[in-house]
């Protein structure tokens, strides 16, 4: 089958959407099959015509980005609630009790749907108490003692816990919403006249969710009736006489009752299940994107080796270090095309790598498929609507759900025990055994047969690293490429390019953004006549320095991506404000280049050298041209520094060593080049050793002595 040429992906742009193109905010006034048609938001006058092909070009080139949702109700009014602060810009006591006071709702949802029935008064407040204790763990424990803090929180009461599940309702399921904030004395709701006619009224409108199946003008004419009967007995006693509603009124109780409630009541409680079920039976999954399943796979490595007959001819040594090694890989598969999206190797599943394949999916990897030598590149990136997940650890985990939440992606976790409902990854994982197998089995066994004089046993030097290349190159030049009768003889690869061109996709998210959701923040960052310092790299603006100038010396919160270091976003005013470098560093460089170069410069005792950033720069073009670069970018390696272990080399390559450029570097960064690997011809052969560039450098006597962060 022919392999058709990816030209471009149709991007979805609702009219609730803000387009941004050229620093202009645009909304949506018409599109179809060919262009998108613009206006500005603050000139109704001027609009502008786009094709798909320039608008998915734009994003690409960083011209252009779609904040989705921009301007309905719950976006704005989250933007007036918090602004555009992620929950890493609160502090842990507000984030705790937010999701505290999801718990509750998420347990008063259940209840509901359970039993049909909305509880109230009384009812809510024991229920609340009792969820209380059971979101908190702390249902059956003994009473803290008096002279020790206790860090629970107490149930609600049920007016504050009705505000705080209008609100999360209203803000369409937003966490942040449920953060504290100061609003002041609030509304006072105005008392009810007559305690004994509103409690006829409410009697009478219950009465709508029953098996009789009244109308409202009918239960109008009962409590009126209802109310002109007490009213003569009051009158014969001498007593106060109620009062009847009026029509809005009394409509207004009836629609205060849930919907589910109202229809379990007038056509049974086996209708109201069947009517609000969610439908999983069946898939109408057209559009990329639309639906994306993500799951762990296990893969044992010596098992592997052992079925395709590769084991017995591998070292002893090597036998030794790959005899343990259980790799998880946490893919992310698109339902509409069966296209592999993502596919992040661990040794142990972990929320690092679900947050890292959401990153991925949404990411350009053509670089990825490159390195691994794939001949098919790697095209799929989208912004998924849906994504279904398991109910394991590293999916449920909070900075899991706030990175979803953050991309604006619905997550779904259909019941524990039930496979079937994400069907599409798990037939994933059974053909792509078969495939992998396959692909051992015929090409690493033949390039064994075909050398002859080749001594396998003796110069096997395969990594783990290289058996993560070797699967992704498999499911690009096989899997991808392979005829499937889920798509009606159509492959992968083909599926995506042509739904991607009929179909419109959610836009991918731009630099900013992505730092903005998956970068790493540091706090206490100064501003000085520089800028701000962060690596080494100093970035400066005017609008900073005007910052610098109003407040003075304060610290202030850093956020930076290590695969792009040519800008950080500093917090300011619980705004964040983009800051590009100013030494001409562009996109391309990543953390892993710059940690790189400066280890080179400091083992070579050139830091006092005039043009540092120069003697860098040639650090970087020698590690490209090596062809290290690419594999590094790639990042697709499991073995993956830890957070502790980064901050440790930061302080030990940049804290206390003179890091200072005069002037912008004159010399040019070359383009990534890939290294020379066997693997990528077909054979096994023995390769040079790599670059360890995340490892502690060995810095001659000149850097300050610090035992404590000689090495992590």
């Given at each position: 089958m022919t392999m058709l040429e990816h030209k471009y992906s149709r991007i979805e742009i609702g009219l609730r959407d803000r387009f941004v193109y050229n620093s202009n905010n645009y909304v949506v006034i018409s599109y179809d099959d060919r262009y998108y048609r613009f206006?500005?938001?603050?000139?109704?006058?001027?609009?502008?015509?786009?094709?798909?092909?320039?608008?998915?070009?734009?994003?690409?080139d960083q011209k252009a980005t779609v904040s989705y949702d921009y301007h309905t109700k719950s976006g704005s009014k989250m933007r007036q609630i918090i602004g555009d602060k992620v929950l890493a810009d609160f502090s842990d006591d507000f984030v705790k009790l937010a999701r505290y006071r999801e718990h509750l709702i998420l347990k008063y949802e259940q209840y509901c749907?359970?039993?049909?029935?909305?509880?109230?008064?009384?009812?809510?407040?024991?229920?609340?108490?009792?969820?209380?204790?059971?979101?908190?763990?702390?249902?059956?424990?003994?009473?803290?003692r008096c002279d020790k803090t206790n860090d629970t929180f107490g149930p609600p009461t049920v007016k504050s816990f009705h505000r705080y599940l209008k609100e999360f309702l209203s803000c369409e399921r937003d966490m942040r919403s449920l953060l504290p904030r100061h609003h002041g004395p609030g509304y006072r709701h105005q008392a009810i006249e007559c305690p004994e006619s509103y409690q006829i009224w409410l009697e009478v409108a219950r009465s709508y969710a029953s098996r009789r199946r009244p109308s409202k003008a009918?239960?109008?004419?009962?409590?009126?009736a209802r109310i002109f009967e007490e009213n003569e007995k009051r009158s014969q006693a001498g007593l106060k006489l109620l009062l009847a509603p009026k029509r809005k009124r009394f409509e207004s109780l009836i629609k205060a009752m849930d919907e589910i409630e109202v229809v379990a009541g007038r056509d049974g409680p086996a209708f109201a299940r069947a009517y609000y079920k969610s439908k999983m039976a069946g898939y109408d999954i057209?559009?990329?994107?639309?639906?994306v399943e993500f799951d762990d796979w296990n893969v044992d490595l010596m098992t592997l080796l052992v079925e395709c007959g590769i084991w017995g001819k591998l070292s002893p040594v090597v036998q030794a270090n790959l005899q343990k090694v259980r790799l998880w890989f946490c893919t992310a598969v698109d339902a509409a095309t069966r296209y592999v999206l993502a596919l992040k190797a661990t040794f142990e599943p972990n929320s690092v790598a679900v947050i890292g394949a959401l990153e991925m999916m949404m990411s350009d990897k053509t670089h990825i498929s490159q390195t691994v030598g794939a001949k098919t590149p790697w095209i799929g990136l989208v912004r998924p609507e849906t994504a279904y997940t398991d109910n394991g650890g590293p999916y449920i985990s909070d900075a899991t759900r706030d990175a979803f939440m953050l991309c604006k992606v619905d997550l779904t976790r259909p019941p524990a025990g039930h496979p079937e409902k994400r069907p599409f990854i798990e037939s994933l994982f059974k053909t792509l055994s078969g495939y992998i197998l396959a692909f051992f089995d015929g090409g690493t066994q033949s390039s064994v047969a075909k050398k002859g004089d080749y001594n396998a046993e003796a110069n096997a030097t395969l990594t783990v690293d290289e058996f993560v290349h070797l699967f992704i190159r498999a499911i690009c030049d096989i899997y991808h490429n392979q005829p499937t009768a889920r798509l009606n003889g159509n492959t992968p690869h083909?599926?995506?390019?042509?739904?991607?061109?009929?179909?419109n996709t959610r836009a991918v998210p731009s630099r900013n953004e992505l730092r903005h959701i998956f970068g790493t923040t540091v706090d206490n960052k100064k501003i000085t006549s520089a800028g701000i310092t962060n690596w080494g790299v100093p970035?400066?603006?005017?609008?900073?320095?005007?910052?610098?100038?109003?407040?003075g010396k304060q610290l202030y919160k850093v956020r930076y991506h290590q695969n792009c270091l040519s800008a950080i976003s500093v917090q300011i005013d619980g705004k964040w404000l983009t800051v590009n470098n100013t030494i001409g560093m562009d996109h391309t460089v990543t953390l892993a280049e710059w940690i790189y170069a400066r280890k080179q410069l400091l083992q070579a005792n050139q830091e006092k050298v005039k043009d540092q950033l120069v003697a860098m720069y040639t650090a970087i073009n020698d590690l490209r041209r090596a062809g290290e670069s690419a594999a590094l970018r790639a990042g697709i390696s499991p073995h993956m520094p830890t957070a502790h272990g980064m901050k440790l080399l930061a302080q030990q390559l940049f804290e206390g060593h003179d890091v200072q450029f005069s002037q912008r570097a004159d010399i040019e960064l070359d383009d990534v080049e890939l290294s020379d690997d066997p693997l990528r011809r077909g054979q096994v052969m023995p390769i040079a050793h790599r670059t360890s560039v995340l490892a502690a450098p060995e810095i001659p006597a000149v850097v300050e002595d610090n035992d404590d962060h000689s090495q992590f």
């Open positions: 206006q500005k938001e603050d000139d109704v006058h001027f609009e502008m015509r786009l094709s798909h092909e320039e608008i998915y070009q734009a994003i690409l749907a359970e039993n049909f029935r909305t509880p109230r008064g009384q009812e809510l407040e024991g229920l609340l108490k009792t969820w209380s204790l059971q979101v908190q763990g702390v249902e059956g424990k003994r009473k803290s009918f239960l109008l004419k009962v409590v009126h057209e559009r990329p994107g639309q639906r083909n599926a995506w390019v042509e739904k991607t061109s009929q179909y970035y400066n603006s005017e609008v900073l320095q005007s910052v610098r100038r109003a407040k």
